[in-house]
């Protein structure tokens, strides 16, 4: 069972270049989140998706795009990297949104 | 303003010893709080999950409490090990909606020998 599974693991982009970031769970969840980590920050939402075909935007959502078309994949898409952009980059998942999320091992992006 | 907020920023504690992070709250209402356990490089793993009505939840070495009238939790750890150093963070899910979480900045413990 190997849960939620994110690639790359790093990434090095220069600006204006895009990227889609993979996200997959194998768990049937109907919830699934991306979430960006900065130094010294919580945790911000970026987009989440209550099942196939839903997604809506969390609190940071400018320069990102999602899909979901299936329950197990989730990507993440950037169209024109910037420098603020830099971060690690969690996908999460869960069955209900109030149980426990099962995290990702994380994206490491670096945009120079 | 952070409506999470933890305690201290960093600590190191000897092997073996217990210690106590502290996590201070505004977000209300919420449907529960979390602590979750990040080593470095990976993502959080679920610690624990405690609703408003709980004050208490343990896991293992790991026992969370949750004062909803001072608007505080802290996670206890018994008789440290070195396997325990990672990041701790606390994690509010707001009431309502699609149950949004919360998070703190984290403490980050370094447990040595």
């Known amino acids: 069972n190997a849960g939620v599974t994110q690639t790359p693991k790093f990434r090095i982009l220069k600006i204006g270049q895009s990227m889609t970031l993979q996200c997959t769970q194998d768990?049937?969840?109907?919830?699934m989140y991306w979430y960006r980590q900065d130094p010294g920050m919580g945790l911000k939402l970026i987009y989440y998706s209550v099942g196939a075909g839903i997604t809506d935007k969390g609190e940071v959502p400018n320069g990102y795009n999602v899909s979901r078309s299936t329950t197990e994949d989730f990507p993440l898409r950037l169209e024109l990297a910037a420098p603020s952009q830099t971060s690690v980059y969690f996908c999460?998942?869960?069955?209900?949104?109030?149980?426990?999320?099962?995290f990702g091992s994380g994206t490491r992006l670096t945009v120079v | 303003k952070n409506q999470v907020e933890q305690s201290p920023q960093s600590l190191i504690i000897l092997e073996g010893k217990n210690c106590t992070l502290q996590c201070n709250y505004t977000v209300s209402p919420f449907s529960n709080l979390r602590w979750y356990k990040q080593d470095t490089g990976r993502g959080p793993v679920s610690l624990t999950i405690?609703?408003?009505?709980?004050n208490t939840k343990s896991n293992g070495r790991y026992t969370a409490t949750l004062d909803a009238d001072t608007k505080q939790s802290s996670l206890h750890i018994t008789a440290s090990q070195l396997s325990d150093s990672a990041s701790y963070i606390c994690?509010?899910?707001?009431?309502?909606?699609?149950?949004?979480?919360?998070f703190g900045a984290g403490t980050r413990l370094a447990v040595h020998p």
């Open positions: 999460a998942s869960s069955y209900s949104g109030f149980n426990g999320y099962t």
């Open positions: 768990m049937n969840h109907n919830y």
């Open positions: 994690v509010l899910a707001s009431s309502g909606g699609y149950n949004k979480l919360i």
């Open positions: 405690m609703t408003f009505s709980e």
